[in-house]
């Protein structure tokens, strides 16, 4: 299936590493222009994409990083808001301080994103924004600040698609499940903790296994694309069925 991505310029926060670098590079296969967002520039040369540098919790920074792509691109049609992270731990052992942090640098960046992109998606007639959600957004999992911003961002997908679709801008969110890849979280927990991660693996997943990177770029390259045109406002989870939101139990 030809997804008309060819031509295409995005711009991807959080892009230099993970699940947003893999969605960079699968939109890049599909021809269109890419150009991710991250803080660490030698993270971002090591992408192999062009990067701009900027604090996506800084709302002038990230706005001035948005225009930088459009301009270097020549335009812009499609944002994937993948930044995201938690400070502190659960309710009783974070402050104030890391909950606005959490906010700030998920669900925030996110609305700051779309809004900056949204004069360059209208030049072009359209556009169409991906907000990285999780499967704790959803399903109750750890940490509090966490899985309520993630709530908030899928929410947040839904009333932009309301709001944004009069200007042919699609609005949607993509919730993935424990994502396994060389590097990450899910891989140091099968080096280091192999009994307990094939316990994980076996008893959460029907499959038997994580979902890998290449499935939810896959997800998030037809949800921005053409093909999707009807899909606005919704949540996609690729989650692989996936029981809990981690390998831990919330409620005993």
């Not at 540098?53 to 499609?78: C, F, I, K, N, W």
């Not at 996110?110 to 556009?127: M, Y």
């Not at 999992?141 to 911003?149: F, L, V």
């Not at 903790?193 to 499959?207: L, V």
Request: glycine share 14%.
């Amino acid at each position: 299936m030809d997804l008309g991505l060819a031509g295409k310029a995005a711009f991807i926060t959080g892009g230099s590493s993970g699940i947003g670098l893999a969605i960079g590079r699968a939109l890049h296969e599909e021809g269109a222009a890419v150009t991710v967002c991250g803080r660490d520039p030698e993270r971002l040369k090591e992408s192999g994409l062009p990067g701009v540098q900027a604090d996506v919790t800084d709302p002038d920074a990230l706005a001035r990083a948005v225009d930088e792509a459009a301009e270097q691109m020549g335009g812009l049609d499609l944002l994937v808001a993948n930044a995201g992270g938690v400070f502190g731990g659960g309710l009783l052992d974070s402050t104030p301080e890391d909950w606005l942090r959490t906010y700030e640098l998920n669900v925030l960046h996110a609305a700051h994103a779309i809004r900056s992109a949204v004069p360059h998606f209208e030049r072009r007639g359209g556009g169409s924004a991906l907000i990285v959600a999780s499967i704790t957004g959803w399903k109750p999992g750890p940490k509090s600040s966490y899985a309520s911003a993630k709530a908030a961002e899928i929410h947040l997908a839904a009333a932009l698609g309301q709001e944004l679709g009069p200007r042919n801008i699609r609005v949607n969110a993509l919730s993935p499940g424990s994502v396994m890849f060389e590097g990450g979280g899910w891989a140091w927990f099968r080096d280091n903790r192999p009994k307990q991660y094939k316990a994980f693996a076996r008893d959460d997943f029907p499959r038997g296994r994580l979902v890998e990177l290449h499935e939810v770029a896959d997800v998030a390259c037809f949800l921005l694309s053409g093909r999707a045109g009807g899909v606005n406002g919704t949540n996609v989870c690729v989650d692989g069925a996936q029981d809990h939101p981690s390998a831990g139990r919330l409620f005993p």
